[in-house]
């Protein structure tokens, strides 16, 4: 069965900190993996977007790091701001005759000033 | 910047009312979708859309209907509203057929149906 599984559910941190969510995911065949931010009362908006052969993608404050072979992504964010509060969501996409997307459940991040 | 946008933000229907969700992109896409966010769960897909006038089931298509006859212009049609079918509803497209596009959301309807 498809799944992505994220961890943590929810986590707080200081304002300035670093901070590294996680996604494992179960889907084959895997075409990319996507990390969406969702800010409260709005749509996703996409971060970043991996293919099978990249390890690393950044964007701004936001590294995306993918293993294919462990079947692991993390989603790090340096020098957090009060704007970076969301829910992050990974999604995994099948390679299938149409882009099927598996969707996490997403971590909420509430950044304390 | 692509946007998509949805007509309602907060919807309250009565349990058994048709009830219509609209959404517009303005990029041209091809690619539409509905999905719905619940507590809990991942966003799951409703309905999907390729092109003008053709339309595809996605996971959880029961008690729902779509319409597509303009390319900018993708409608979730609940032909009797339940109070299962409270939730968020978010409209998104994407162009193409590259598995690397990404998806563009709108910012969702809350429905609510007593």
């Known amino acids: 069965k498809n799944q992505v599984e994220q961890s943590p559910q929810s986590l707080i941190i200081l304002e300035g900190k670093n901070c590294t969510l996680q996604?494992?995911?179960?889907?084959?065949?895997?075409?990319?993996l996507r990390w969406y931010k969702q800010d409260t009362g709005r749509g996703p908006v996409s971060l970043t977007i991996m293919t099978f052969s990249e390890n690393t993608k950044s964007n701004g404050r936001y590294t995306a790091t993918l293993d294919a072979d462990t079947k692991q992504s993390s989603l790090h964010i340096t020098a957090s701001q009060l704007s970076d509060s969301a829910s992050y969501i990974c999604?995994?996409?099948?390679?299938?005759?149409?882009?099927?997307?598996?969707f996490g459940t997403g971590t909420r991040l509430l950044v304390s000033p | 910047d692509v946007k998509v946008t949805q007509s309602s933000r907060y919807l309250v229907k009565r349990t058994g009312e048709k009830v219509f969700l609209e959404c517009v992109q303005d990029?041209?896409?091809?690619?539409m979708f509905w999905y719905r966010q619940d507590p809990g769960l991942g966003l799951r897909l409703i309905y999907f859309?390729?092109?003008?006038?053709?339309?595809e089931k996605g996971d959880i298509p029961e008690g729902y209907s779509v319409s597509r006859e303009k390319k900018e212009r993708f409608s979730l049609i609940l032909e009797s509203a339940s109070t299962n079918q409270t939730s968020m509803y978010l409209c998104a497209s994407t162009a193409g057929q590259s598995y690397n596009s990404p998806l563009h959301f709108g910012n969702g309807t809350r429905l609510t149906v007593t």
């Open positions: 996604c494992n995911y179960t889907v084959s065949p895997f075409s990319n």
């Open positions: 999604v995994v996409s099948v390679y299938t005759g149409f882009q099927k997307l598996v």
């Open positions: 990029m041209d896409h091809e690619n």
């Open positions: 859309s390729y092109d003008v006038k053709m339309k």
